[in-house]
């Protein structure tokens, strides 16, 4: 059980740079944490899951982000796009190695 912060928990973490210390470990392993983290925190706001200049053109780069399949890939035009990398069907793995994309990408 993941639980709440005791107040001393808390406390340290709020000291200055040389005393602190970060959250409980339990905070960084524990399954209900981590799918908070990823829920209610990296799925609602931006991040980084790598480089434009990594996807070159007509590519796609599989990436997997907090057990999430995303698929990084850039259109015709050059432009940089991200999509689930699992098709709507069963959910299987469209694009497993990076590699060129021509035409549409379709469940293997
Ligand atoms: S498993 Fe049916 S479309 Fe992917």
Redesign the pocket.
């Known amino acids: 059980m993941l639980g709440t912060l005791s107040a001393d928990e808390l406390a340290v973490t709020d000291r200055d740079i040389v005393g602190a210390r970060g959250l409980p470990s339990r905070y960084y392993s524990e399954p209900r944490a981590v799918a908070y983290g990823r829920d209610q925190v990296l799925a609602t706001s931006g991040m980084c899951i790598g480089f434009a200049s990594d996807v070159a053109r007509q590519q796609a780069v599989p990436v997997e982000v907090i057990d999430l399949p995303l698929l990084l890939t850039t259109d015709a035009h050059g432009e940089l796009r991200v999509f689930h990398n699992v098709?709507r069907?069963?959910g299987?793995v469209l694009v497993a190695k990076p590699g060129r994309i021509t035409g549409a990408i379709r469940?293997p």
Do not use: M
Request: aromatic share 0%; hydrophobic share 0%.
């Open positions: 098709c069907h069963r299987h469940c």
